[in-house]
């Protein structure tokens, strides 16, 4: 049987022991590793570690921090197939979408070798009488992550790229489900010159989230996963008083206005609803058509390209989407698609009841459509998290407007049209976070952050971007003067101006 280890000062650890947990191939249902998880006494090794490196990190000037960002990112793309198959066989997601997912973290290690430009801080000259104002980015220290399991390489990328690009130390505490990809991506950072403490890895349960989030010396913790864990995670790290980012839950929606590009919409919405069987915090699992004309047609076109969907393993090359992560999962997506119908809502594709022929064991769901589903349905107020979409009609461009305003979440947002006055006017007043016009998933680039309104989103700063750059560093402002004739002998006892 595997071990995946924690990965502490440059090398794979057992620490403590005695604690495990299966990882899972989704595919089979067989227990294919077992990962080690950590006592909250084992974070003390991982903070020590990066205490001794970090100092000698963040002094090395930034240029040369950059040229390991630029290694690390040539190693990636050198590995992207090994990883791609590794990620694959723990999440379950086929090859091709487990490429994409390391590919948008790629893209923020590619925005963090920019770091010397993007450290540099602002300057006054001349502010007042021989008195110029200056600032300065400087690292936090150390800094942690905790991340899900449904982008188990691009989550951690987005927090870790920055976080050590500004000169920080970084302590990941990855899903346990499918902690392989992590290990290998720090192991990877070493290789690319990264001093050994930088990147720690740590597996774990509540028990280690706890004490990263009670640690002292851990200044800053960026967490993704649910709305309720992450209020939870931003309450005790914020009482502690670390600064606390938290990215929580998604009920995304897409409105089909009647002009829209309907065979392209529905393209988009197909992909963004059932890729990665729906486990995105960015799926698309509503859509709110404008209109009983245009919702018969998306629901006739929907229908039709749900039949030629395929369901397959992660490696099959002709799937479009493999299992989802593990049977208690699955078993919380079905209590879903029924608590739709006790609800009354139509089932119009049922995807539970589904065997891969060779593969009876595997955690596979395919495609469900739901119909009538109302806003008072609480199978439409929380979030499902699989291969369910359901359809939520609309008589009225400003009622389409008010289903994701007035939702818990706040995450992102979809409009299909060809009319621009509409767009524009719903990306102004939607209380959405991410808004995508014509664009399914509207994840920013990497140059921009990512981030949620509402229960999608706990903290002032976003991810990754100058958002990302800004919570890993602390600004401070000098205001200087250098003296020019004899001393002053008159002193003031007023607060100093600069007039």
Known sequence: MRTVNHFIHGEQLALSGGRAADVLDPSTGAVQAQVRLARAVDLQQAVDSARAAQPAWAAMNPQRRARVMFRFKELIEQNMD???????????????DSKGDIQRGLEVVEFACGIPHLLKG???????????????????????????????AMIPL????PAIACGNAFILKPSERDPSVPVRLAELAMEAGLPAGILNVLHGDKEIVDAILDHP???????VGSSDIANYVYGRGAQNGKRVQCMGGAKN??????????????????????GSAGERCMALPVVTPVGEATAEILRAKLVTAIEGLRVGISTDPDAHYGPVVTAQHKARIENYIQMAADEGAEIVVDGRGFSLQGYEQGFFLAPTLIDRVTPQMKSYQEEIFGPVLQILRADTFEEALSYPTNHQYG??????????DYARKFAAQVEVGMVGINVPIPVPVAYHSFGGWKRSGFGDLDQYGMDGVRFYTRTKKITQRWPSGGAVVDQSFVIPTMG
Do not use: C
């Not at 980015?137 to 449904?150: D, E, H």
């Not at 987005?158 to 790229?161: P, R, S």
């Not at 010396?217 to 967490?223: C, L, M, P, Q, T």
């Open 82 to 96: 090994d990883l791609a198959h590794l990620l694959s066989s723990e999440h379950g997601k086929v090859v091709a």
């Open 253 to 274: 929606h897409g409105i089909i206005l009647p002009d829209a590009d309907m065979d392209q919409a529905v393209a988009d919405i197909i992909g963004a609803a059932y």
């Open 217 to 223: 010396d851990i200044k800053a913790v960026s967490f």
């Open 122 to 152: 602002e300057y006054s000259e001349g502010a007042g009488p021989g008195i110029d104002v200056w600032s300065m980015r400087q690292p936090i220290g150390i800094a942690a992550g905790i991340t899900p399991f449904n982008f188990p």
């Open 158 to 161: 987005w927090m870790a790229a």
């Open 411 to 420: 995450n992102g947002v979809a409009i299909f049209t060809r009319n621009g």
